[in-house]
Structures are given as structure tokens and as C-alpha cells.
């Protein structure tokens, strides 16, 4: 089975503030790579599928970048509403695992 | 507009079996992949299982292979996972989630879960 890491586990960063978390896969999963982002309570929702395609209607500071192992979800002005907790997840090879989690404050 | 609704939770035996049932709406039903993902409390996200769009096709987690069955009925567009031999390690909401069509596999819509708790 393939698996997915994040870091960090978990970050504090403030209104505005550029914000960087990484997804390392433990082999090659080409661009099968995706983002979800969710909010205390609710449902996952999808950010960034294929390593870097913006779903519909997910605002333009989120982006994301990486192919092979190594990939990046970067928010690029941070917005309050943008505390959740954050998961890669690959779609490479079943089982489709998903990291561990990257939980988001704001300062 | 997609709606994905989970139903068939609730408190089973550990050794007991439970089957959910997540009624589609808003969409071709029977041209998606569609998967259950679950969600222990206070724990991260796990995938649990795939079915492909007309069913020919199967894959589960490792933790569920064996106990678990995923299966659809595309005439009534509703998907059902059975949950045999049930842990308490199984613990958690169980969400179904829509696979997108544009080839990534990735899951585009989610359910709004089903809480299923393991306890004697």
C-alpha cells in the first residue's frame, strides 16, 4: 500500500499569512494526488485534484503543485474562514490512502 | 443540485453486523464510482471502499477486507456497505463520497455521514 505523509501535523498562522503544507507519497503516484479541506463538524470537501486543478468554486488564494512524491498545498493570503484541517490523499493506487492530517489555527 | 444521504447507523454488538445505505440524487447515479470513506472520532480520514460505476469492480482497506461489502443498485441509485463481524475498532462516520468523471478519481461530493459505534 501507498503511504501518504504530511507535514506539519499541525500549524498556527495568521490573517493573511502565506501558508505551505507538504504531502510526501512513499512511492510514485504521478500527479494522482488530491486536497481536501474540513471544517470542525462537517463533510470533507475537495480543494485540489491532480495535483494542481482548483475545483470549482474553491476560492484562487488555494493552489496546489508536486508530481512523483512530493507535493505542496499552498494558501496564499489566509483568510479566517480557512480553519479546517487539511488531507492529501492519493488516487493513484487502491487503496486510496489519505495523510494523517494537517490541523490549521489562526493566530 | 448532488445529494448523497447515509442512513442504516447506529449502536451494534461488537460480532454484529450492520448495513448502511446512501441514497443518490441530482445526478446520473449508474456513470459514477462511488466510495465509503470513514472517519474514527477525533482521528484523521480513512478510505474504506471502492465500486466502479456498474459494479464490476471492488476494491476495500486492508482493516476491512473480508468483513465489509460494498455493493449498488443502480435502478433504485442507492449504494450499501454490509458491515459483518463488526470491531469496536470500526468505530466511527461513515461517509459516502461521489467519484468525479474527470479521470483523477478523486471524490467531489461527500455525504453528510453516518455515525456507527461498536460498543457492548
Known amino acids: 500500500d501507498i503511504q501518504m505523509t504530511q507535514s506539519p501535523s499541525s500549524l498556527s498562522a495568521s490573517v493573511g499569512d502565506r501558508v505551505t503544507i507538504t504531502c510526501r507519497a512513499s512511492?510514485?503516484?504521478?500527479?494522482?494526488l488530491n486536497w481536501y479541506q474540513q471544517k470542525p463538524g462537517k463533510a470533507p470537501n475537495l480543494l485540489i485534484y491532480?495535483?494542481?486543478s482548483l475545483q470549482s468554486g474553491v476560492p484562487s488564494r488555494f493552489s496546489g503543485s508536486g508530481s512523483g512524491t512530493d507535493f505542496t498545498l499552498t494558501i496564499s493570503s489566509l483568510q479566517p474562514e480557512d480553519l479546517a484541517t487539511y488531507y492529501c490523499q492519493q488516487s493513484f493506487s487502491t487503496p486510496y490512502t489519505f495523510g494523517q492530517g494537517t490541523k490549521l489555527d489562526i493566530k | 443540485q448532488v445529494q448523497l444521504v447515509e442512513s442504516g447507523g447506529g449502536v451494534v454488538q461488537p460480532g454484529r453486523s450492520l448495513r448502511l445505505s446512501c441514497a443518490a440524487s441530482?445526478?446520473?447515479?449508474?456513470?459514477?464510482?462511488m466510495h465509503w470513506v470513514r472517519q474514527a472520532p477525533g482521528k484523521g480520514l480513512e478510505w474504506v471502499a471502492i465500486i466502479w460505476f456498474d459494479g464490476s469492480y471492488k476494491d476495500y482497506a486492508d482493516s476491512v477486507k473480508g468483513r465489509f461489502t460494498i455493493s449498488r443498485d443502480n435502478s433504485k441509485n442507492t449504494l450499501y456497505l454490509q458491515m459483518n463481524s463488526l470491531r469496536a475498532e470500526d468505530t466511527a462516520v461513515y461517509y459516502c463520497a461521489r467519484e468525479s468523471l474527470g479521470g483523477y478519481d478523486c471524490v467531489d461530493y461527500w455525504g453528510q455521514g453516518t455515525l456507527v459505534t461498536v460498543s457492548s
Open positions: 491532480a495535483a494542481s
Open positions: 441530482g445526478f446520473t447515479f449508474s456513470s459514477h464510482g
Open positions: 512511492q510514485s503516484i504521478r500527479s494522482y
